[in-house]
């Protein structure tokens, strides 16, 4: 079994260069089924999941051909469908919960999905009833085998346009609902749609491939699309991916556990006159902390060094809550790195994570770390800041989730001593060779096997 060994308490500096965004990629790389033309991809991670993803599309026959560090063209033009059925497709597609969203783009082309239930991430029920009932909705016929725990779509003839009110914004659930309403017959209105930067992202390579995506209907909870009756490849428009929004924010929190400048090279992705383009809310959520950033054209650079943080409150001097909520609030990938960053402010905050009721129970080892956290509820955790004045210890720990994962990272590095982080995979599955990025700004971090020396 792999692990880092970290050696805490570094102070670093530099640049880094963040990742194409992962939950983008995965609905992006997806979309290719869509059509039989070429598709290529610029600025794709070079992670776990994603390139899991691709395997399972080759192993259903879609030519994948790499051009160079993250760019690929995909072809869809010679789909074998049978291979669905098999215990190979199971493997593979049951590797990672990205799998679902080839679900809506198979069904929308060729009439038929399946899908066993899919893996991810250990944070709590992650329910696909929003995809389904969608599917159903444009009119296929859906049934779930409980026994055999898979998922089979199916339909006769095209999809039909409809209006649909999805009973949540679920980002992945919109994502495969517009794939499938792309090639349906007549209109499609999506109301209480997600609106995320990666849902955008999706809509717009759709448009460059031929689909009718009101423009004015993008980046709203209100999708309006016009069924065509089929899609071309973007030879014309090559799609790159945003930088990975959870990553820039997963490096604003190290600069701030190891009182460290960091300057994060091509971090904002410009969008209209906003300030942090589509990064949002991420940099006002940290400098509530107390975390000093600034912008310098399409560059954050984080002054971690420069004072000890201190949590803000509110008006009438109550404290601080933050919390998840859907696009253009804050992310819930980002709330485990505010947990742990907050741990070195002063004052106290209280974390609600709304969405997934076991995503708060890795504090047990910032707990063991020293850090002052009561975790009230599934749901709920008051941190007790301490500042940098009392520091985090090193110890033995293992990963739950990805972004568990890296918040542990993070406190680690800040920490006296030496930590271990194992089940490093989750770590693996979200961020592109972590250890060499954060060795090339100053950290003291190996990637070992446990039993070799």
């Known amino acids: 079994m792999q692990y880092f060994e970290i050696e805490g308490g570094h102070q670093l500096s530099g640049e880094i260069v963040p990742q194409g965004a992962k939950n983008e990629a995965l609905q992006i790389v ?30 259903l026959g879609v030519k994948v051909k790499k051009n160079g560090p993250g760019s690929f063209t995909f072809q869809s033009d010679e789909v074998k469908l049978e291979r669905m059925k098999t215990p190979e497709f199971r493997k593979l597609s049951g590797r990672l919960r990205g799998s679902v969203m080839i679900m809506g783009p198979l069904l929308a082309r060729f009439g038929e999905a399946y899908m066993p239930k899919p893996g991810g991430d250990k944070i709590g029920r992650r329910r696909l009833d929003t995809h389904f009932m969608g599917f159903k909705v444009l009119g296929a016929h859906f049934d779930y085998d409980r026994r055999e725990q898979f998922y089979k779509l199916f339909s006769h003839g095209r999809l039909k ?23 349906a017959e007549g209109t499609t209105t999506i109301y209480n749609a997600a609106c995320e930067p990666y849902l955008q992202q999706l809509c717009r390579l759709l448009n460059s491939m031929g689909a009718k995506i009101r423009p004015d209907s993008i980046g709203s909870n209100k999708l309006i699309i016009e069924g065509v009756e089929k899609l071309h490849g973007n030879k014309t428009k090559k799609h790159r991916i945003q930088p990975d929004m959870i990553e820039v924010g997963s490096f604003i929190g190290l600069a701030a556990m190891t009182q460290s400048q960091v300057t994060i090279k091509g971090a904002i992705d410009p969008v209209g006159d906003a300030q942090w383009g589509h990064l949002g809310l991420i940099p006002d959520v940290f400098g509530r902390l107390g975390i000093q950033i600034e912008r310098e054209g399409n560059d954050l650079v984080v002054y971690g060094h420069r004072s000890d943080y201190k949590i ?83 110890i033995r720990m293992t990963s739950p989730d990805i972004r568990a994962g890296i918040s542990l990272l993070l406190a680690a590095m800040s920490a006296d001593g030496t930590s271990r982080i194992f089940n490093i995979e989750q770590i693996d599955r979200g961020y592109q060779n972590i250890e060499g990025r954060l060795k090339a700004l100053g950290a003291t971090i190996e990637r070992k096997v446990e039993g070799q020396a």
């Open 30 to 59: 997806s979309a290719v089924l869509l059509t039989e033309g070429k598709v290529t991809i610029t600025n794709l991670p070079d992670i776990l999941d994603v390139n899991r993803l691709i395997e399972l599309l080759d192993f």
């Open 161 to 183: 346009g409809t209006y649909i009110h999805l009973d949540e914004p679920s980002v992945t659930g919109t994502a495969n609902i517009v794939m499938a309403a792309v090639l």
């Open 312 to 394: 803000d409150t509110y008006i009438d001097g109550g404290t601080l809550t933050i919390y998840d909520h859907p696009w253009p609030g804050f992310t819930p990938d980002l709330l485990s790195i505010i947990l742990v960053v907050a741990t070195r402010c002063h004052g106290s905050v209280l974390i609600h994570q709304k969405m997934f009721e076991s995503r708060l129970f890795f504090v047990d080892k910032l707990i063991d770390m020293g850090a002052r956290i009561i975790l009230c509820d599934p749901h709920r955790a008051v941190v007790v800041g301490q500042g940098h004045q009392t520091r985090l210890r090193g």
